[in-house]
């Protein structure tokens, strides 16, 4: 196991500030629980149960939260915050937190309140959808009573309940000691053990409008009401504990040995963390920062069921985010791979291939368990990146030969043109793709029809990756025995056309789109950094240094890259408002840690040994940001101009896996 992290509470010295840091738990079926440290909860996501009821989908707010009470020597001291939407803040509890503690991924709160010291450590069980709560009376200056009130719901974790008068959830108590609790009869029941010496007082009640700040931010419907059914009360001494479990699944799946159920925890964490080690390249053992990234990758490497066998993905990020095809390839390198996992990176390229479709993979899987959706150009070309990862790491013809057909198709697919004007233009060999309506690149934000940068035309990472795909066919197709010629002629033809017409010698980089709506776009972007960074580069070398050197002086900054040139008519500096203003913002100037991957890998192919060590200095502010939003974990943007604030989804899955590849990449520099 590596050293506890111990956050001190001086480091939110305000309310506000305990509102702005926020704790992550999950259990690889695409649930979690997670909250602020205040124990507010600042967005309609939060909860500690969100179940996912179809993982890794479905997922519903079951156990919004418990409100917290203790009575020491007849005081009542409320450890609960909650801030409602008239902006009163009741409990205000947030003062009596004294720190947090990380064990790994798994957080323990620790209140002061009246002489008595007391611990909440919060874990979900692998692979089912079951939280725990534990309090642990650490000291105390005599018998405190512990009241814990449990706020109720049943919704999609994108809705928001509103309750009523005449809504009675119904409560009854099983064979085992459960109390099960259902909003309504078709709901899904939401079971509730605790020790047997705990009473419980019935009082169902209703708590009326809670302000979600965040989503108030966001411009979104932002209150809420939650049920009560009761109050748990139990007397505890110094050294003694009480647990909540909170569970969705049949009777049967949960382990009512609370002991039993925080081992498996422990033991599962520190046996990652041994897999992790291993990986590490030498001199890395004891690399903090590195350990904690592949503590924080296990969040979002989830189970996707397939019919008759086991299926793995990738949850693209917390909370908002289902898995989704382009996130999963570029993640999956530094997910799996960097943490010792090979197992499960090739489960996640066998998973995708049985959705190959028209020579595409999916964008995404919708929330409510719909088929997929594939309207994505790059999906398809990164699977090859992610798999030659794999075969570098570890050279397996067994599986490269079972991918193969999967792999032509997709080729064959992109030459004869696919769904959304995906194809291969015969007269240049070059990759376009452009369909009114939709943005089919990474950079896709898209609100009330409205595609905010459509890039329409041949977009220069989609013709990297298609010249790397091309590329690694020549080399697959001779290592497997097949005609590499066609292959290599295509791969010819499209790096002659790509270095032909690509190069905007007026700035000295590399165009963003050609043959785009408006001709030849210029805006300086970090995209064209792919020309470089893959496992073959398109781009003549002799233009390597000039491209680097573009992108390194517009858009570097400490966190990341931004997606636009500050200059340029539409770069947005800053990230926030309603989803119009940020969907405005997403990919123009806003700042994005995951491409500090392909940064790196330029550097170093460019620079060698000297650009390790300016790769090693890019990287470092994503050290001072790991416990600085979502605590123990790497967000998912920030604003392009100064401070950078982080903004976004708190946990992302390539933030995470890219700068973890990358930090490996430079270490021993």
Same mark, same amino acid.
């Given at each position: ?126 692979? !089912?959808?079951? #939280?725990?709560?534990? *309090?642990?009376?650490?000291?105390? %200056?005599?018998? /405190?009573? @512990? $009241? &814990? ?22 409560? !009854?108590?099983? #064979?085992?000691?459960? *109390?099960?609790?259902?909003?309504? %009869?078709?709901? /899904?029941? @939401? $079971? &509730? ?22 989503? !108030? ?11 009560? %059914? ?5 007397? &505890? ?22 002991? !039993? ?18 990986? &590490? ?389």
């Amino acid at each position: 196991m590596s050293t506890p992290v111990e956050l001190a509470a001086e480091r939110w010295p305000s309310l506000d500030a305990s509102l702005d840091a926020e704790w992550l738990v999950t259990n690889g079926l695409g649930s979690y629980a997670s909250a602020t440290v205040s124990g507010a909860n600042t967005r309609r996501y939060h909860g500690l149960l969100v179940a996912a009821l179809k993982p890794p989908v479905g997922r519903t707010v079951l156990l919004s939260k418990l409100e917290e009470e203790l009575e020491v020597r007849g005081t009542r001291y409320l450890l609960s915050t909650n801030e409602y939407h008239d902006g009163t803040i009741n409990p205000v509890g947030w003062p009596l937190l004294h720190s947090v503690r990380f064990h790994e991924t798994i957080p323990t709160f620790v209140f002061n309140a009246g002489g008595a010291v007391v611990e909440k450590t919060v874990w979900m069980a692998r692979e !089912r959808n079951t #939280t725990y709560v534990r *309090y642990t009376m650490r000291k105390t %200056p005599g018998p /405190a009573i @512990l $009241r &814990l009130r449990p706020l109720v719901t049943h919704r999609d974790y994108h809705h928001l309940t509103q309750g009523s008068r005449d809504w009675r959830f119904a409560v !009854r108590r099983d #064979t085992r000691g459960a *109390y099960e609790i259902q909003a309504y %009869p078709e709901a /899904a029941p @939401l $079971r &509730l053990w605790t020790r047997p010496s705990a009473e419980f007082h019935e009082g169902p009640d209703w708590y009326w409008r809670f302000l979600y700040r965040r989503e !108030r931010e966001r411009g979104l419907d932002c209150m809420e009401d939650l049920y009560t %059914p009761g109050v748990f009360c139990v007397t &505890l001494k110094s050294g003694e504990s009480v647990t909540v479990v909170a569970s969705a699944e049949q009777v049967g799946n949960v382990d009512l040995n609370v002991t !039993r159920a925080w081992d498996a925890v422990q033991t599962r964490q520190a046996g990652l963390l041994r897999l992790a080690e291993k990986a &590490l390249p030498p001199g890395c053992s004891h690399d903090a920062f590195a350990t904690r990234l592949a503590l924080a990758a296990d969040q979002f490497l989830v189970a996707r069921p397939q019919v008759g066998q086991e299926g793995r993905t990738v949850i693209a990020g917390y909370h908002w985010f289902g898995d989704w095809g382009r996130d999963t390839l570029v993640a999956l390198p530094g997910l799996c791979l960097a943490t010792g996992r090979r197992q499960e990176a090739r489960a996640i390229l066998r998973t995708f291939a049985r959705y190959a479709d028209q020579g595409m993979l999916p964008n995404r899987f919708p929330d409510s368990g719909e088929p997929p959706e594939y309207a994505t150009v790059d999906a398809a070309l990164w699977y090859f990146v992610a798999l030659d990862t794999c075969l570098r790491a570890a050279p397996d013809d067994d599986l490269l030969r079972e991918l193969f057909p999967t792999l032509e198709a997709i080729v064959a697919g992109y030459r004869r043109g696919t769904r959304y004007g995906i194809g291969m233009d015969t007269a240049d060999g070059l990759l376009r793709t452009g369909t009114t309506g939709l943005a089919l690149t990474w950079m896709d934000a898209r609100v009330d029809g409205w595609v905010v940068t459509p890039r329409w035309g041949k977009a220069v990472e989609i013709n990297a990756l298609w010249y790397n795909a091309l590329a690694s066919m020549s080399e697959w197709s001779g290592k497997l025995g097949h005609g590499i010629q066609s292959y290599l002629g295509l791969a010819a033809t499209a790096r002659e056309s790509f270095n032909k017409r690509f190069w905007y010698g007026q700035g000295g980089y590399l165009y963003d789109v050609v043959d785009g709506e408006e001709g030849d776009d210029p805006s300086l972007r970090p995209n064209q950094l792919f020309a470089i960074s893959l496992p073959h580069a398109v781009l003549e070398q002799r233009r390597w240094a000039p491209t680097l050197d573009a992108v390194r002086s517009k858009l570097l900054t400490p966190v990341g890259l931004r997606t636009l040139a500050q200059g340029h008519p539409r770069y947005a500096g800053r990230y926030g408002g309603d989803q119009h203003s940020r969907d405005a913002a997403y990919h123009q100037g806003t700042v994005w840690p995951w491409l500090l991957g392909a940064y790196t890998d330029a550097l170093l192919r460019v620079e060698g040994e000297q650009g390790r060590a300016e790769a090693r200095k890019a990287l470092e502010g994503m050290r001072t940001h790991l416990w600085e939003a979502g605590l123990g974990t790497l967000s998912e943007i920030f604003e392009g101009d100064p401070p950078h604030a982080p903004r976004g989804c708190i946990a992302q899955a390539w933030s995470v896996a890219e700068v973890l590849r990358a930090w490996l990449r430079t270490a021993g520099g």
